[in-house]
């Protein structure tokens, strides 16, 4: 005869020797949470650079675009151009394939090599210290500030260092700033990102290893919890069956097990859906996250920028003259060379957010015309049509950021395609900067809703985020500290047991 398979017994062993294994990883997951809510891991954006970079002079700008180009010899168009600040000097950026060259708009000079003088004064001026007090390490090989691959083809890196803490890294192929951190970007980064991500170094260089070990203990841990919370409702008894020291109770334990199962029933939900959604963070289930079938995303941004820039429209109007015709008030710090419906124009940029548009052909706007931008997706869309259009002026459900660097106003556009695509297009570049459809929309819910609790009241009325999320996540600490503290006592019993002679 079979023996019976016991199923409350066999759920309570699993969770507890889960617990017993993860139970520290929880406790890491839950304290560096708090830390992810104030510090994010050091990165240098968009906003950075144009915050290190000075105006552009117009009377500097001596060489058009296409004789600029005309010093490169190269047969193959730019897919993009921009004229920008470099050492101290307007230089055009123009990127060919995935490659970008650098040519002084001054004097027509090729930027050939990053010498270590170019960089040191790059890395000088970006920090504000004297080059002299710099220290120099040549970075070859991934540390905890550029183990992401996305340094892999930037090396080798010129890594300067100031007593006053400030470390920014130079590629030695773009001669670009591509890393800068400080001592407290990277003390913020060891009390949240570092740890929530298990961003070590050793770990992360090698990405697939890491990438599986976070899917699997993320997906254990949540098993786990998922186990926890079906013992503690098997276990609660409204009926108070249980009693203590003559008393009825509705939990069989005392001390930490009680401890632990009141705050499972309280908060293994949220230990659950937490540990489920970072799981979800490393996309171990690409069509659910993504699903574009139809390809209608590439579709409609090839309708709004879809064109590599030609040079000869811009002879029309030229940058020193694009640049003299912005408002007196107006320091643009790039001039982005661009087509946008089909048609030739500036992008001048003062700051993150701040963008006047120049048409070759008339005078400086703030926004593209709405219509013209509606009237381009659709037709691009076809045989789908627009099912809904307007104008967002406040973040929503599917278009929120917490740090309030996505755009507003945005236009918000909505197809009837099998996967009810939706996107928001930025008026003023003429960009789509968020798009959702049928799987994605899953995603935003059960990863960044339940993740981050991120619901536009709370990010809307801040500090009311930080006021329901912290209290839920030291409500994780105290269950992670009961479960370290029950299952150091699982071990000390089982090697008790495994040693004749030693009881507990």
Known sequence: MKPQINVKKTVIFVHRWLGVCLCALFLLWFVSGVGMMYWDFPHVSAADRLEHEFALNPTQVRLTPQDAYAQLKSSRPPSNVRLVPFDGRPAYRFRIGRAESIVYADTGEVLTACPPELTLRIASAWTNQPAATAKLELNTEEDQWTVSGQFRALRPLRKYSWPDGQQVYVSTVTCDVVQYTTWKSRLGAYLGPIPHWLYFTPLRKRASQWTRLVIWTSGLATVAALLGMLVGVWMYSPSKQYHHEGSPSTIPYMGSKRWHMVLGLTFGSLACTWAFSGMLSMDPFPTLQT?????????????????????????????????????????????????????????????????????????????????????????????????????????????????????????????????????????????????????????????????SINLPWLYRHRPAWDFVVLPLLLGGVALCITSLILAWRVVRRSCSIAKPGITD
């Open 291 to 451: 699903g574009d079938s139809t390809g209608l995303s590439s579709q409609l941004s090839r309708a709004l920028r879809g064109r590599a820039p030609s040079l000869e429209p811009f002879a029309v109007k030229s940058p020193q003259e694009a640049l003299l015709s912005l408002p007196p008030d107006f320091r643009a710090k790039e001039l982005e060379f661009d087509s946008v419906l089909n048609k030739p124009v500036y992008f001048a940029t003062a700051a993150p957010g701040h963008t006047l548009i120049l048409p070759v052909d008339g005078q400086a706007v703030a926004e593209f015309d709405h219509q013209a931008i509606i009237d381009a997706l659709g037709k691009a869309a076809q045989p789908y049509k627009i099912m809904e259009t307007r104008l967002v002026t406040q973040y929503e459900s599917y278009y929120l950021d917490r740090h309030h660097s996505l755009p507003l106003p945005s236009i918000f556009v909505q197809f009837d395609d099998a996967e009810r695509s939706m996107y928001y297009v930025d008026p003023k570049t003429a960009r789509i900067v968020e798009g959702y459809n049928s799987h994605s929309r899953w995603n935003r819910w059960l990863y960044h809703g339940l993740h």
